[in-house]
């Protein structure tokens, strides 16, 4: 027992050291990665806090204020048009039980007047456009601004495959998007996720190659907090705990970093959720308060 240590416990020593020099050196063994845009500032459903969801005010107003990439959610109606919306089905966001699927474009319900903002519990948003959009305007409309999206058709026809990210946490929609356009940039799935952890934590990930280039995840000090998740265990302030102290690491995220991989964390509606997603190595920040997150920036630039 004694000699198998005397060669097992300098094997491991080692391995932790070299895993450690590569973490920290990654462009020894990998190729930064490069795409056509670097997002800081990302507008979630087009900054629902601020204008009511996915419409083109909310996109509009998005821009106008600096956001660089709009995150948004695709639904193909009835008769085929591809228009956005975060739900399928429409009830809470026109008040009618209703799915994009069984209707026609022209028979889609205007959304309600005041939508609660998800991610920020007891607020809502208003404005003065409440239509559907469709993903075609969209298109036309913010031809520069980066979009993260589920796979469509209309990206390769509008010459987006450069500013539009294949997103989607589900493993086989991931496959399909990668399948259409292998040449697009894409995120890690909810699977692929939990893998670069286990490769993070047994010390594997330097020496692994990896396709994406954007993690997007939940900057878990929101939950219970501005955002009340809808699954129980997630409601447990120890199981946030333990998902925070595991996937909130600065070596992890300064790695991807350095792989050239962005890290987007979200959904921060308020100063002190951004400035601690910042802090913990998030490369940008996901936000329903375009306007909140573009002071923030601005202020933290200056000084």
Not at 103 to 126: D, I
Not at 141 to 170: C, G, H, M, Q
Not at 216 to 240: A, E, M, T
Not at 259 to 277: K, M, P, T, W, Y
Request: neutral net charge.
């Amino acid at each position: 027992m004694a000699s198998s240590l005397y060669y097992l416990l300098p094997a491991v020593g080692g391995y932790a050291l070299t895993s450690l020099y590569f973490l920290k050196n990654p462009h020894i063994l990998h190729r930064k990665k490069q795409t056509a845009f670097y997002c800081t500032h990302i507008s979630h459903r087009g900054g629902s806090g601020e204008r009511i969801e996915n419409t083109i005010e909310a996109f509009t107003h998005a821009t106008d204020v600096g956001t660089e990439m709009l995150e948004l959610d695709c639904h193909l109606t009835k008769d085929g048009h591809v228009v956005v919306s975060h739900d399928e089905n429409l009830l809470r966001q026109t008040g009618q039980d209703v799915s994009i699927s069984s209707l026609n474009l022209e028979e889609l319900p205007p959304y309600k007047e005041t939508l609660e903002v998800t991610f920020k519990t007891g607020n809502f948003s208003t404005g003065s456009d409440r239509q559907i959009a469709l993903l075609e305007d969209v298109f036309r409309k913010f031809p520069n601004t980066a979009v993260n999206i589920e796979i469509s058709d209309l990206v390769k026809k509008y010459n987006r495959e450069e500013t539009s990210v294949w997103a989607s946490v589900e493993s086989t929609i991931m496959k399909n998007c990668r399948k259409a356009n292998s040449s697009m940039p894409y995120m890690f799935t909810e699977k692929r996720g939990l893998q670069l952890l286990l490769l993070y934590y047994t010390g594997l990930l330097p020496f692994v190659s990896l396709g994406e280039s954007f993690l997007q995840f939940y900057f878990p000090p929101i939950f219970n907090k501005s955002y009340i998740p809808d699954v129980g265990i997630l409601r447990n302030k120890f199981v946030v705990f333990v998902i925070d102290r595991l996937t909130m690491r600065n070596a992890l995220f300064k790695h991807l970093r350095d792989r050239g991989i962005q890290v987007h964390l979200f959904v921060c509606n308020s100063e002190q959720d951004i400035n601690a997603a910042f802090a913990v190595g998030a490369t940008g920040v996901m936000t329903d308060y375009p306007t909140l997150l573009s002071d923030y920036i601005k202020e933290h630039k200056q000084a």
